[in-house]
C-alpha cells in the first residue's frame, strides 16, 4: 500500500539500461511454453487469490507462463522495484501509483491509451495515469480508508452512534476501556501507516489541496501553525493514549488480527483488509466511519477515497511480451473469471463501468455509498515531492517514541518537503 520514492535510487534506475530476465522463473514450464511473463503485485492482502487467478488465467492460454512476485505489508515493495530495474531485471508488469511517481517512471510505462478496457475506467479513476492525453496505467481498483470498526463491540459497550468528532472519538474509546475493550489496534511499526495515510488526512482536509501542496513548495505555505496538521496530530496522540501497548513494535498482520480476533474495536486501515478479515473470522459485524481531526462534524464526514495503484507495463520489454501483458490485462477486467475474481475473491470496489458487485461486503458497501453521496476526501501523497514521503513515516515514529515534540515534527516535515522539492 505505500508508496516510497528514492531519488537516488531512481537516478540510478535511468543510467542503467533493461535487460528483462526470463531466466530461471517456473524452470519446470518454460521449457515448454513460448511466453514467460514476471508480475510484481503489491497488495500482500489478495497474494493467494491473485495467484489462483493467474492459473485459471494460463488454463485458457497454455502458451503463456505467468509468474507473480508479492512484495508488500511491512516490506519497501517501491525501494526493492527500483532494485530490480536498476539490476536490469524489472518486471514485465509492475504497478504505478500515477501523478507525480507516473511522471518520474514515465520512460518505463507503456502507452495503454488504445486498450479496450480503457472505455469502461471511470474517468476519475485514469486521472491519476494520465500524461499528456495518454492513458500509462490501468487502474486496479476503488479504495477507501478510514475507521474501521467492531459493531457488536460498540454495542456491548453501549455505543449506539460512530463518532463525528475528535471530543466524541475521545469519547467512545472511553466508553470500550471502561469495558475492559482496548479500542484501538495501532501497528505502528510500519512506516506507512503513519507517513502516507494518517497524514493524508491533514493534506486532504485542506480547502485547496492542489493549492497548498504548490504553496509548500514555492513557500506560501507551512506546516506550522496549520490548523489541519494540528488536528492529524492530535487524532494520532489520542490513537496512541487508548490504542494498544507498544505501538511501535506493532507490524500490519499483527495489529490487523488483534482487530479480527475481537481484541480491539476500531483499527485505521481500508477495504484492502477484507480479505484478511474473512480469513480470520468469516462474516465480522463491521462498517467504516470517517477519521476526525476535529470538533466540525460536518467537515469531518467523509472518507478518503481513491485509486490506490495502476497496474503497468515495462515499455522496456520485448514486443512479444508486451503484447501478452496487454491481453492479461484486459482479460482481468473483461472475462467473466477475471470480474469473479476482482469482485469476489479480491474484494474489490472495480474502477469500472463493466463491473457490478453483487453482493458487496461491509466494508466496500460504505465506500460506496460515501462515493455516491460525494462525501469523498483525496489521496494526495503521489502529489508530493519524490522521496520526500520516506522521511514523513520515520518522523513520526520518533513523535510517538517522545523523541520530538509537536512543534519539532512540524518543522521535520517541512525540512524534508524543502529538501526534496527543491531536486
Not at 490548523?227 to 490504542?243: A, N, P, S
Amino acid at each position: 500500500m505505500k508508496i516510497m520514492l528514492t531519488g537516488v535510487m531512481f537516478a540510478s534506475l535511468m543510467a542503467c539500461g533493461e535487460k528483462n530476465d526470463e531466466g530461471a522463473i517456473h524452470p519446470q514450464k518454460a521449457a515448454g511454453k513460448r511466453v514467460v511473463l514476471s508480475v510484481f503485485n503489491p497488495k500482500v492482502e489478495i497474494a493467494s487469490q491473485f495467484e489462483r487467478l493467474v492459473k485459471e488465467y494460463e488454463k485458457e492460454n497454455p502458451e503463456v507462463d505467468i509468474h507473480i512476485r508479492t512484495v508488500g505489508g511491512g516490506a519497501d515493495d517501491r525501494a526493492m522495484l527500483m532494485t530490480q530495474f536498476a539490476a536490469g531485471k524489472g518486471p514485465d508488469i509492475y504497478t504505478n501509483g500515477g501523478y507525480e511517481e507516473a511522471r518520474l517512471w514515465k520512460d518505463y510505462l507503456e502507452d495503454l491509451s488504445d486498450q479496450p478496457w480503457v472505455g469502461n475506467a471511470y474517468n476519475y479513476a485514469l486521472e491519476p495515469i494520465e500524461m499528456d492525453g495518454k492513458i500509462y496505467g490501468m487502474p486496479m481498483n476503488v479504495e477507501g480508508y478510514g475507521f474501521i470498526y467492531n459493531k457488536d463491540l460498540f454495542a456491548k459497550a453501549g455505543i449506539k452512534e460512530t463518532p463525528r468528532t475528535l471530543s466524541e472519538l475521545k469519547e467512545v474509546s472511553e466508553k470500550l476501556r471502561a469495558m475492559n475493550i482496548t479500542p484501538f489496534s495501532i501497528g505502528y511499526a510500519e512506516k506507512w501507516i503513519l507517513g502516507v495515510f494518517m497524514l493524508n488526512l491533514a493534506f486532504a482536509h485542506q480547502d485547496n489541496p492542489d493549492a497548498f501542496i504548490k504553496g509548500l513548495t514555492d513557500g506560501t505555505q507551512k506546516f506550522k501553525g496549520n490548523e489541519q496538521f494540528t488536528g492529524m496530530l492530535q487524532l494520532l496522540d489520542l490513537t496512541v493514549q487508548y490504542g494498544n501497548k507498544n505501538p511501535l513494535t506493532i507490524d500490519y498482520s499483527t495489529a490487523v488480527t488483534g482487530f479480527a480476533t475481537g481484541k480491539t474495536a476500531m483499527i485505521q486501515q481500508g477495504n484492502w483488509i477484507q480479505p484478511m478479515l474473512d480469513k480470520i473470522s468469516p462474516n465480522m459485524n463491521i462498517g467504516f466511519f470517517p477519521m476526525p481531526i476535529s470538533d466540525d462534524a460536518v467537515k469531518n464526514d467523509a472518507l478518503a477515497i481513491g485509486i490506490p495503484n495502476n497496474w503497468v507495463i515495462n515499455k522496456k520489454t520485448t514486443d512479444v511480451k508486451k503484447a501478452e501483458a496487454k491481453k492479461f490485462l484486459n482479460w482481468m477486467v473483461s472475462s467473466e473469471q477475471g470480474k469473479r475474481f476482482m469482485t469476489e475473491q479480491f474484494k474489490f470496489v472495480p474502477a469500472f463501468s463493466n463491473i457490478e458487485i453483487k453482493n458487496p461486503d461491509p466494508l466496500a458497501a460504505d465506500i460506496i455509498k460515501y462515493v455516491k453521496e460525494g462525501k469523498i476526501l483525496s489521496w494526495n501523497w503521489f502529489k508530493y515531492p519524490a522521496g520526500v514521503s520516506d522521511e514523513f513515516g520515520p518522523a513520526m515514529q520518533a513523535y510517538i517514541n517522545k523523541q520530538m515534540n509537536r512543534e519539532e515534527l512540524l518543522q521535520e516535515f517541512q525540512k524534508s518537503w524543502n529538501k526534496y522539492s527543491e531536486k
